[in-house]
């Protein structure tokens, strides 16, 4: 399974960026997919994920500003970052979990500037 992640960039703070990750399969096969972050110095953590049933869940400091939705037609998963700060500053991982393995796309970089 391949996962390519598309989007990054540099927007001011405020501003919103959308990141998009695209599967080499059907993405109905996978439990869940979802999107984690790291910054320079820290552990990566998670962002959002979706279920295959229609859940989805934020981490704290995203909630209210961040949607991740998917368009099954086109095995893409998107997170919409709305009212970006600096400290959303990280490099952007698209995940994915079916019945047998986790797998890890390549990462976006998104940098705010203040």
């Known amino acids: 399974v391949q996962l390519q992640a598309y989007g990054g960039g540099l927007v001011q703070a405020g501003g919103s960026l959308r990141v998009s990750c695209v599967a080499s399969r059907n993405i109905f096969s996978f439990v869940n997919m979802g999107w984690h972050r790291q910054a320079p110095g820290k552990q990566r953590e998670l962002v959002a994920i979706?279920?295959?049933?229609?859940?989805?869940v934020y981490s704290d400091p995203v909630k209210g500003r961040f949607t991740i939705s998917r368009d099954n037609a086109k095995n893409t998963v998107y997170l919409q970052m709305n009212s970006l700060k600096p400290e959303d500053t990280a490099v952007y991982y698209c995940?994915?979990?079916?019945?047998?393995?986790?797998?890890w796309g390549q990462g976006t970089q998104v940098t705010v500037s203040s």
């Open positions: 979706t279920t295959s049933g229609g859940i989805t």
């Open positions: 995940s994915a979990r079916d019945n047998w393995s986790s797998y």
